[in-house]
């Protein structure tokens, strides 16, 4: 496993990370606290120090499972985020970046992890505020309270769209030490690449994450909630990632596999977060990101490439950022 600084932070993160939306619970399909427990254990093992979590993440039941997990693990061998600002199913109460909502969350989470403090707080999806200003001006200082209370070590911001970070960013008089992006460098869309010069000048930390798209580059193919299931206009990405699924099935190669290993390859990242539903997954992971792929996996990337992704890469149909509704009801990830 190789470690790189996450921008001007002093954190030296493995460059795979473990995304802990699965870790208990039924987002990519059910997975018990146990397992999550065991997927938690066995990353550390391997070398994993970076673990993502949020209250979102079935309601407070990944950071259980993570708060288990971690009871008897020196606390100076992880390093774990969580976020503020979405929480619930409902969607009148899916999201709240109120200033008082983000310390009360802090302090649920604590309890939640069994933490005394947090390495990275981040706001969480933050495209979904009703106004950006809210973000800058009562969301990032209510983060920057808890930081200065020794709460957390350093703050950030997550979301689907890079180019709402760097909105935010560009008008927030609060620093922040690291953005989270999602679903961004991936087969079918690498729009994050052009953003990260503006976010290394301002010394920020890039986190990539979801380089499987949720679930849409894999032979199981994309959860029934995901954007571009339940988005008509999103059918000519949803058919491309099919027929790439397709092919690999009938090849023998797991497609997820070959869209892990695009986004180690690259080096463009101190780190990437990748989740897994089990052990034998994880481990796949970390050995696609330590040690690559076969001919046989390269020949395969090679012509799914080709024949049914490169091109989204050249027009509007790459990502679901500006063919979609904000639809809370759709966007369970």
């Known amino acids: 496993m190789e470690y790189n600084r996450l921008g001007e932070t002093d954190m030296e993160v ?17 997975v018990d606290r146990e397992t999550g427990v065991a997927i938690t254990h066995r990353a550390l093992a391997l070398g994993v120090n970076y673990i993502d979590t949020a ?10 499972a993570l708060g288990h997990a971690l009871r008897d693990v020196p606390r100076k061998s992880y390093l774990v985020n969580t976020k503020v600002g979405r929480y619930e199913l409902d969607a009148d109460r899916m999201f709240d970046f109120s200033g008082s909502r983000v310390k009360e969350s802090v302090r ?31 969301t990032l200082p209510a983060m920057q309270e808890v930081k200065d209370a020794g709460k957390t070590r350093y ?17 927030s008089r609060i620093k922040v030490d690291a953005v989270l992006v999602y679903s961004r460098y991936t087969l079918h869309d690498d729009t994050l690449s052009s953003y990260l010069e503006f976010f290394r000048s ?4 890039v986190i990539n994450a979801a380089p499987v798209s949720m679930g849409l580059l894999s032979n199981a193919g994309a959860p029934a909630w995901h954007p571009v299931v339940v ?16 092919y690999c099935r009938g090849n023998g190669v797991e497609l997820a596999r070959l869209a892990v290993h695009h986004a180690f390859k690259s080096k463009k990242f101190p780190m990437t977060l990748v989740g897994a539903c089990d052990v034998a997954q994880l481990e796949e992971n970390v ?28 027009g509007r149909n790459c990502n679901w950022e500006e063919n979609t509704s904000v639809d809370y009801e759709c966007l369970k990830r």
């Open 202 to 205: 301002k010394g920020i930390g």
């Open 55 to 64: 209250p979102w993440y079935g309601q407070g039941r990944s950071e259980t």
């Open 108 to 138: 649920h989470s604590l309890q939640l992890l069994g933490l005394d403090y947090l390495d990275c707080l981040m706001a969480h999806d933050v495209e979904f505020a009703k106004d950006s200003n809210q973000i800058t001006n009562e």
């Open 14 to 30: 493995s460059t795979l990370g473990l995304g802990g939306a699965s870790l208990g619970t039924d987002i990519y399909g059910k």
């Open 231 to 246: 988005q008509p206009a999103m059918s000519p990405l949803l058919r491309a990632c099919t027929d790439a699924a397709d």
């Open 155 to 171: 703050i950030g911001l997550t979301s689907y769209s890079p180019k709402v970070l760097k909105e935010i960013i560009e008008k």
């Open 287 to 314: 050995e696609v990101a330590v040690k690559g792929i076969d001919d046989k996996d390269m020949d395969v990337l090679e012509y799914i490439s080709k024949k049914y992704l490169n091109s989204l890469l050249l």
